[in-house]
T-cell receptor, first 115, second 118 residues
Framework: SQKIEQNSEALNIQEGKTATLTCNYTNYSPAYLQWYRQDPGRGPVFLLLIRENEKEKRKERLKVTFDTTLKQSLFHITASQPADSATYLCALAPLGTGTASKLTFGTGTRLQVTL | DTGVSQDPRHKITKRGQNVTFRCDPI?????LYWYRQTLGQGPEFLTYFQNEAQLEKSRLLSDRFSAERPKGSFSTLEIQRTEQGDSAMYLC????????????????FGSGTQLSVL
């Protein structure tokens, strides 16, 4: 069966360091992968989308890589700040028309950035 | 752009009661989704509308759940005869019309309705 795995343990990191979160998947051939941020009691907020034929995507302090051979995406936050503390979710969608309806989410990894 | 609005934010009900949640998507978005999220888990797909048509329903959605989007704008999700296992955050999301590829495939979520069934 399809499986998306994110580290369930919280990631604690010091302010200014680079945070790296991992998303692994099995039995899946995604057309694209998305990363969302979710704060407690709020809905997820879209951050980045990377297509299966793209290796890397950047947006300000964020960087996402996508390795379809390893079946893995890495999400990096450089120069992390306490305001980056949140849960980060990866989500995958297959090829097809309007596939946002088939988006499958991982369980998320909680990031805590301390001073 | 006022974002996706959900009402109520919190709902406490007794087992066996019916509850209804409302979602107002971003106005130009024709696609609307309902998800359910429990603590420590990612959002789980429930159902999808394109305009007023309900195009997909998860196999996880029991007969006690029904969703509507009568005029292709706001949507309601009703749970009949609630059970304690229904306690969760119910999230609504919307996205703009599909234009090909993945450009419009990001979801805009509301803040959710937290349901507690006692």
């Amino acid at each position: 069966s399809q499986k998306i795995e994110q580290n369930s343990e919280a990631l604690n990191i010091q302010e200014g360091k680079t945070a790296t979160l991992t998303c692994n998947y099995t039995n899946y051939s995604p057309a694209y992968l998305q990363w969302y941020r979710q704060d407690p009691g709020r809905g997820p907020v879209f951050l980045l989308l990377i297509r299966e034929n793209e290796k890397e995507k950047r947006k300000e302090r964020l960087k996402v890589t996508f390795d379809t051979t390893l079946k893995q995406s890495l999400f990096h936050i450089t120069a992390s700040q306490p305001a980056d503390s949140a849960t980060y979710l990866c989500a995958l969608a297959p090829l097809g028309t309007g596939t946002a309806s088939k988006l499958t989410f991982g369980t998320g990894t909680r990031l805590q950035v301390t001073l | 752009d006022t974002g996706v609005s959900q009402d109520p934010r919190h709902k406490i009900t007794k087992r066996g009661q019916n509850v209804t949640f409302r979602c107002d998507p971003i106005s130009e978005h024709n696609r609307l989704y309902w998800y359910r999220q429990t603590l420590g888990q990612g959002p789980e797909f429930l159902t999808y509308f394109q305009n007023e048509a309900q195009l997909e329903k998860s196999r996880l959605l029991s007969d006690r759940f029904s969703a509507e989007r009568p005029k292709g704008s706001f949507s309601t999700l009703e749970i009949q005869r609630t059970e304690q296992g229904d306690s969760a955050m119910y999230l609504c999301a919307s996205s703009p019309p599909w234009t090909g590829g993945s450009a419009n495939e990001k979801l805009f979520f509301g803040s959710g309705t937290q349901l507690s069934v006692l």
